[in-house]
C-alpha cells in the first residue's frame, strides 16, 4: 500500500514539472506560483518517501525482534 502512494507521488513530481514546459515563455505570476506549486509537490513527495522508508525500517526492526 505505502508503495503504491510513493509511486502515485514519484508520478506527480515528475508530470507536475514537464506540464509546466508546455507553458508560456515569459515567466509571469501564473508561472512563479506554478513552480513554487511544483516545489511544494517535490519536497511533500521527497518527505512522503522518506517516512516510507522509515516505516519500512521500524517495520524490519519490529519483525526483527520477533524472531530473536
Known sequence: MLDTRVLVVGVLVLALP???LT???EEGP????GEKVDQG???AGEKLEEAGE???DAIDDATDDDRR
Open 18 to 20: 514537464a506540464a509546466g
Open 30 to 33: 501564473f508561472e512563479r506560483a
Open 54 to 56: 522509515e516505516i519500512d
Open 23 to 25: 507553458g508560456c515563455e
Open 41 to 43: 509537490v517535490e519536497e
